[in-house]
């Protein structure tokens, strides 16, 4: 007989059967993302998408050059979580300050923090893309949420995950049980379980990080890389293959599929890295681990780290544990 079509809803439903005390309030949460995934997948396929390709010509609060379809997929996931009842405060990676529920609408108890569109300089010459958000439960006890709702170390997480548009669409999402992706039909508008129970294969295959920026990293770094490729002489290993897309989202979920390593170590140009604690390296720490993997900045497992601003930058190394415990062995050995 057939296997059953799982769809997103049914699954989001049956995972919260393991938390005898939830109020469905999380399920209808990661559901209400799930629609944000397919509205922003909707626009970065659509042919019209032409007509809105290019630099919206303002900076977002990194001092970055902001797309068109940023500022788009930043409205989307606003507007479809603002006004749910469900959350008590929102932060975005594109936006300098919190997001606050608007006067009128309750608050709820949880707290979402995103990055709408990872990798956004990929748009223009169409490659994948992704969202990328995590969802706490709020610290403070009524009102609007607060600043410190959304500085919680990752370990706090309820959930994480991400949606890639790449040569399909893609939800991944964790709460804590396990990692599973759903492919996203868009004749039926349904996101389908089609990865279920994630972890990252071992012996891994790949490792992502920008050769470029080579000069300005430490000693530790680049005799790391090298050890990646099978020439370090003490320890010489099969020689790890390369992928870098420059979207976070897309040469994680590669490494999550195939096993591997992405990287983006603190240099001379960003001494704390460039990555976002809070938008970007936390949820998909979350992510890793619970597919078996592991994420550090180098020094210690990213999700103790606590948070002191919303945009924080972070190293980050993630991927199969025994790379990542690798890149914090050379660093202590050749950087300390
Ligand atoms: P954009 O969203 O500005 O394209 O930045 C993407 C990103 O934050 C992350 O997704 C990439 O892994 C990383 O930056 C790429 O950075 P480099 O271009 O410095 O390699």
Redesign the pocket.
């Known amino acids: 007989m057939d296997e059953a079509i799982v769809t997103i809803e049914r699954h989001i439903v049956e995972q919260e059967r393991g938390f005898p005390e939830a109020t469905g309030i999380l399920s209808s949460l990661l559901y209400d993302i799930a629609l944000v995934g397919k509205v922003i997948a909707r626009d970065t396929t659509r042919a019209g998408l032409v007509k809105i390709l290019g630099s919206a010509g303002n900076t977002n609060v990194q001092g970055?050059e902001q797309m068109k379809l940023d500022v788009f997929a930043d409205r989307v996931m606003m507007r479809l979580n603002s006004f749910t009842g469900r959350l008590a405060v929102l932060a975005s990676e594109e936006q300098e300050n919190l997001i606050h529920i608007p006067a009128g609408y309750k608050t709820g108890k949880y707290v979402l923090v995103f990055d709408p569109l990872?990798?956004?300089?990929?748009v223009d010459v169409n490659a994948t893309v992704g969202t990328i958000f995590a969802i706490y439960l709020r610290k403070s006890k009524e009102g609007p949420g607060t600043l410190e709702d959304c500085l919680q170390r990752g370990r706090k997480m309820v959930a994480a995950g991400y949606i890639i548009y790449g040569s399909s669409t893609m939800m991944v999402y964790t709460t804590g049980q396990g990692v599973h992706g759903f492919t996203l039909d868009p004749a039926l508008g349904e996101f389908l379980l089609s990865h279920p129970n994630l972890r990252m294969p071992d012996p891994p295959k790949y490792y992502s990080t920008?050769h470029a920026?080579e000069k300005y990293r430490s000693e530790g770094m680049r005799r790391f890389t090298r050890w990646l490729q099978g020439m370090d002489e003490e320890d010489p290993r099969k020689p790890l293959s390369e992928r870098y897309i420059?979207?976070?989202?897309a040469?994680f979920h590669r490494n999550l599929l195939k096993g591997g390593l992405f990287y983006?170590p603190a240099d001379s140009r960003y001494p704390s890295g460039?990555?976002r604690l809070i938008y970007?390296a936390n949820p998909l720490a979350f992510i890793a681990e619970q597919a078996g993997g592991y994420a550090s900045d180098g020094r210690n497992c990213i999700l103790e780290v606590e948070p002191v601003e919303l945009h924080q930058r972070t190293p980050l190394f993630i991927g199969n544990e025994q790379l990542v415990r690798k890149a914090e062995e050379f660093m202590v050995k050749f950087d300390d």
């Open positions: 970055e990872d990798g956004s300089s990929n920008n920026y420059g979207a976070l989202v040469d983006y460039k990555l970007e």
